[in-house]
């Protein structure tokens, strides 16, 4: 077990427990198997995993004297108004949950994220560096791959898949698909990332991967049925999602985004459980596509 796993797993008991005393930290620690191998946490190793967790995450565990001595988060919003933090730490914790609980792998079943892992480190060590990086790209409609440089400005993790925006050598800036990445090359050659690029502005009315110059956003409207609403209050649609109105029977969303394909895709997807009600052009689009399936099986 590296360091970073304990320190995940501290911070994580710390969330869940709200306020802890040392002994039961330590009770749970010990009880932990196959992280602890059945040893206490000693005060020192706590004290020491206290200063390397504020000094790595800026996350401070302090302690309340008063009525005992009981630990807890003093500066949760540093975690909760932090994405990228947030999701980190949640997977380190459901990563520690699963290593205690090894004895359940078969009972356990997860989705394996395509080639994410083969190239990430590659790409991230560039993007601490600007520096630009060869790839050898094959797009799912050509059977060989072909070689050329580009600058990483971004990485995402989107439905299972890790993608990479960048700049490449015609003075584009495209998604890739790191899963269609045959290989990449660190160069020595650097880039300048430009001063006012947000990665979360460059996205936020995206719906996933797929930027759509020619698409613009728009007010979209989207009433869900009396099964489906539940299921995009507790997972919404796109970040800017808010609910207008729940009538019992259906519920109506509104949402702010480029209605891309992977949009459209997404839709489709719920069937007859969720109808577009504005723009009309869009609705128009999802008659559509509703039409040519229905061509596909109107003679069975």
Same mark, same amino acid.
């Given at each position: 077990?590296?360091?970073?796993?304990?320190y995940?797993?501290?911070i994580?008991?710390?969330?869940?427990?709200?306020?802890?005393?040392?002994?039961?930290?330590?009770?749970?620690?010990?009880?932990?198997?196959?992280?602890?191998?059945?040893?206490?946490?000693?005060?020192?190793?706590?004290?020491?995993?206290?200063?390397?967790?504020?000094?790595?995450?800026?996350i401070?565990?302090?302690?309340? =004297? $008063?009525? %005992?001595?009981l630990?807890?988060?003093?500066?949760?919003?540093?975690i909760?108004?932090? @994405? #990228?933090?947030k999701?980190?730490l949640?997977?380190?914790?459901?990563g520690?949950?699963i290593?205690?609980?090894?004895?359940?792998?078969?009972?356990?079943?997860?989705?394996?994220?395509?080639?994410?892992?083969?190239h990430l480190?590659?790409i991230?060590?560039?993007?601490?560096?600007?520096?630009?990086?060869?790839?050898?790209?094959?797009?799912?409609?050509?059977?060989?791959?072909?070689?050329?440089?580009?600058?990483?400005y971004?990485?995402?993790?989107?439905?299972?898949?890790?993608y990479v925006?960048?700049r490449?050598?015609r003075d584009?800036? =495209? $998604?890739? %698909?790191?899963?269609?990445?045959?290989?990449?090359?660190?160069?020595?050659?650097?880039? @300048? #990332?430009?001063?006012d690029?947000?990665?979360d502005?460059?996205?936020?009315?995206?719906?996933?991967?797929?930027?759509?110059y020619?698409?613009?956003?728009?007010r979209?409207?989207?009433?869900?049925?009396?099964?489906?609403k539940?299921?995009?209050?507790?997972?919404?649609?796109h970040?800017s999602?808010?609910?207008?109105?729940?009538?019992?029977?259906?519920?109506?969303?509104?949402l702010?985004?480029?209605?891309?394909?992977d949009?459209?895709?997404?839709?489709?997807?719920?069937?007859?459980?969720?109808?577009?009600?504005?723009p009309?052009?869009?609705?128009?689009?999802?008659?559509?596509?509703i039409?040519d399936?229905?061509?596909?099986?109107?003679?069975?």
């Amino acid at each position: 077990m590296n360091q970073l796993q304990k320190y995940t797993w501290l911070i994580d008991t710390n969330r869940r427990a709200g306020k802890i005393s040392h002994k039961e930290l330590s009770d749970r620690w010990e009880r932990c198997k196959d992280l602890s191998d059945c040893k206490p946490l000693h005060r020192a190793t706590f004290n020491r995993w206290r200063d390397a967790i504020f000094s790595q995450f800026g996350i401070i565990i302090d302690c309340q =004297k $008063v009525g %005992g001595y009981l630990y807890y988060i003093s500066n949760p919003e540093d975690i909760d108004e932090d @994405k #990228l933090k947030k999701w980190m730490l949640d997977s380190f914790a459901v990563g520690n949950i699963i290593g205690e609980n090894l004895s359940l792998k078969g009972r356990i079943l997860v989705d394996e994220i395509p080639s994410g892992r083969d190239h990430l480190t590659t790409i991230m060590e560039a993007m601490k560096e600007n520096r630009v990086i060869e790839i050898t790209y094959c797009p799912f409609k050509r059977s060989h791959g072909y070689t050329f440089p580009i600058e990483p400005y971004c990485v995402k993790l989107f439905e299972n898949r890790w993608y990479v925006l960048a700049r490449n050598n015609r003075d584009e800036t =495209k $998604v890739y %698909g790191l899963d269609r990445l045959e290989d990449v090359e660190l160069t020595d050659m650097t880039f @300048k #990332l430009p001063k006012d690029f947000d990665a979360d502005e460059f996205f936020s009315t995206a719906f996933g991967i797929v930027i759509g110059y020619d698409v613009k956003p728009e007010r979209i409207i989207v009433r869900a049925d009396e099964n489906h609403k539940h299921y995009l209050k507790s997972l919404p649609l796109h970040h800017s999602q808010r609910l207008i109105e729940d009538c019992g029977e259906y519920a109506d969303f509104e949402l702010y985004l480029s209605p891309t394909y992977d949009f459209i895709m997404k839709l489709l997807q719920a069937g007859s459980m969720i109808e577009i009600i504005e723009p009309v052009e869009l609705r128009k689009e999802m008659r559509g596509w509703i039409s040519d399936m229905y061509e596909l099986y109107k003679n069975d």
